[in-house]
């Protein structure tokens, strides 16, 4: 066979390799990732059933009162997490991910105020020597929003690494050649990231938050790593960070003795090595095949927090240590996933945020086991899916659900939202943008009338509500409107000013409601739709009539004509129908006094006149043009 053949085939066994891995790619690039996403349905699923097994003998027995005595507290409201936990997740998947890359300096700022307002009097919390939470509009930790802020952040400056250019030094000076040395070795390149790092974990000494700092290092090492960091500094940098680490943990009281009692919890069994020890007893009793679903001892006020970070503990007593398995293999296969989807990513910076988002996931769930099984100290760390909680965004949600009074913040979350919708949504969208942005600022204003009108104890939601809706139709509806699809594309103006009719007469109706009067829909109504036939008329004229542009004209000026005498004597007489007065009535034609142009009346009919000669005589230069163009055709 000759060769010219050979090497033919060769090349097209090559491009077709080569597509089909492109096509395979692109399926995962483009769609959802069903592997992934039955791995985290089945992880929910049987957290809510552990978390119902964990639960319910301290929600039943639970003595401050916050559960009522319903054994389904914590099952109930974790499904309603879970719900809108997969709501936010399908949300999430159908943004682009890309604008998040120039707002990663503007969240690593609010990330930080956040976690510096715990030490603000009356909005942090302290607990057990520690001030990291917030008390608005519930307890939650912000130092969750710092780990993704420190996740963006990091992605994004990676994913410009080959953009930055390289400094120079003099050569010819000893301080030149040390700096030119750092640059080679990549030490300038470290230093933002540096310095980000020790601001955040600065920032979580002081709380003190140890758990958080330590996963932030996790994280930060892991991005870094991904991202092409020279492995010699993790050598070095691992050393230096393990060595503050120690200093800080045993600088600290409330950290140095976790150690002590995490050396040897049975030294104080029944204080602090109590959890330790229960959790000890729950997995020892559980053995290989453990005591049965439901079955579990411990969780009956022995153990504490069973239903959060200790649920582990419980895993193990009902299910054993083959069940336990079972569920950690789970989760193995869920990391490797992620990291597997990290390799498919369609750019760098996709890439390095699955990287730390799988990282943060996996190293929870490492600290979560090692601290039920006394392999680490104590920390504040939950079992992903498992322990009872939701986010920050769920639990303002669920505060709204069960009846908790509006504050200050809600002022605050909802002028956010304003401003974010106007900067977040253009960026983070990219289909019909113009439409969902509009959709979204519309909808953030109205939540924050709403918010301002509970918090000042006002009835004026309606009313400003509706004349919101009626500005902002008529500033914005028309650009909206253009990126519509076919066929209602094809009908941009008579959706506008349908629109703009409707709701027009719901700020009428609205107003007329809040007076408390009775001149809705009479006379108001029928004058309102009366003016607005002429608008109506010239829609429909421009945009279906079947004339060319001049006859067009000549039909809009004509329509106007015939508008014009009518608008004063209909208006009179509809508001002595409705039970006005009028000083006098209009009539059906103009009656003008060009003599008397001081007095209201006679200036109006006198305007009025010279309008409708204006008006006439332009429709008859219409005409005229129209019939001259048909003569020549």
């Not at 006859?551 to 208006?571: D, H, R």
Request: glycine fraction near 12%; proline fraction near 4%; aromatic fraction near 12%.
């Amino acid at each position: 066979m000759p060769r010219t053949i050979l090497k033919a085939r060769a090349r097209a066994r090559a491009q077709a390799q080569t597509e089909t891995g492109q096509s395979r790619v692109s399926r995962i690039q483009g769609g959802v990732d069903l592997p992934f996403l039955m791995l985290t349905i089945v992880l929910v699923a049987i957290g809510l059933v552990m978390l119902l097994s964990a639960s319910y003998p301290s929600a039943y027995y639970d003595l401050r009162g916050n559960t009522g005595g319903d054994p389904l507290y914590y099952f109930k409201r974790q499904g309603v997490f879970a719900l809108v936990g997969f709501g936010v997740m399908y949300v999430v998947s159908k943004l682009n991910y890309r604008g998040l890359k120039g707002l990663a300096m503007p969240i690593l700022v609010v990330a930080c105020v956040l976690m510096l307002a715990v030490h603000v009097p009356g909005l942090g919390h302290s607990s057990g020597g520690a001030t990291r939470w917030l008390n608005f509009p519930t307890q939650w930790q912000p130092s969750e929003v710092g780990k993704i802020a420190l996740i963006i952040f990091f992605a994004a400056r990676l994913a410009k690494r080959d953009q930055r250019k390289p400094l120079s030094f003099r050569r010819n000076t000893a301080a030149g050649r040390f700096g030119n040395l750092l640059e080679r070795i990549g030490f300038f390149e470290l230093v933002p990231y540096l310095i980000v790092l020790i601001l955040m974990i600065g920032i979580l000494y002081l709380q003190p938050h140890m758990s958080a700092a330590i996963q932030m290092v996790v994280i930060a090492a892991a991005i870094l790593f991904a991202g092409g960091i020279s492995a010699g500094w993790f050598i070095g940098g691992g050393t230096v960070v393990v060595g503050a680490l120690a200093v800080l943990i045993f600088g600290m009281g409330y950290s140095s003795g976790r150690i002590t009692t995490w050396l040897n919890p049975w030294d104080d069994p029944l204080g602090d090595g109590m959890q330790t020890v229960q959790s000890l007893l729950a997995i020892g009793s559980g053995g290989l095949t453990g005591l049965g679903l439901g079955n579990g001892r411990q969780k009956f006020l022995y153990l504490p927090e069973a239903q959060n970070d200790f649920i582990f503990a419980i895993v193990c007593e009902e299910l054993g240590l083959i069940g336990a398995c079972l569920i950690l293999a789970v989760f193995a296969l869920l990391i490797i996933r992620g990291y597997w989807l990290a390799l498919h990513a369609r750019d760098k910076f996709g890439a390095l945020i699955v990287v730390g988002i799988t990282t943060l996931f996996a190293f929870q769930v490492f600290a979560n086991v090692a601290v039920v099984t006394n392999l680490f100290p104590v920390t504040g760390i939950s079992m992903p899916f498992f322990s009872y909680g939701g986010t920050a965004l769920i639990c303002l949600i669920c505060n709204l659900a069960v009846g908790h009074t509006l504050d200050w913040f809600w002022l605050v979350l909802t002028g956010e939202l304003v401003g974010a919708s106007l900067t977040l949504l253009p960026i983070l969208v990219k289909q019909y943008r113009g439409v969902i942005t509009l959709g979204g600022f519309t909808l953030s204003l109205e939540l924050l009338l709403l918010a301002a009108c509970l918090f000042s104890g006002g009835d004026w939601f309606l009313l400003a509500s509706a004349g919101v809706l009626l500005g902002l139709g008529a500033a914005f509806l028309p650009g909206a409107l253009r990126e519509l699809p076919r066929p209602l594309g094809e009908h941009k103006a008579v959706l506008y000013l349908g629109t703009e009719t409707l709701l027009l007469c719901a700020l009428l109706w609205v107003s007329c409601a809040y007076d408390g009067a009775d001149w809705f829909p009479i006379p108001t109504l029928p004058a309102v739709l009366f003016g607005l036939t002429l608008p109506w008329a010239w829609v429909l004229i421009c945009r279906y009539a079947p004339i060319s542009r001049w006859w067009k004209g000549t039909a809009c000026l004509g329509a106007a004509c015939v508008f014009l005498p009518l608008v004063n004597p209909v208006i009179d007489r509809l508001v002595r129908l409705g039970g006005g007065t009028v000083e006098r009535l209009h009539g059906f034609w103009f009656r003008p006094d060009f003599t008397r142009w001081a007095e209201n009346w006679y200036f109006n009919e006198n305007v009025l006149l010279l309008l409708w000669l204006a008006l006439a005589a332009a429709a008859a230069l219409c005409a005229l043009r129209a019939l001259l163009r048909r003569r020549e055709a």
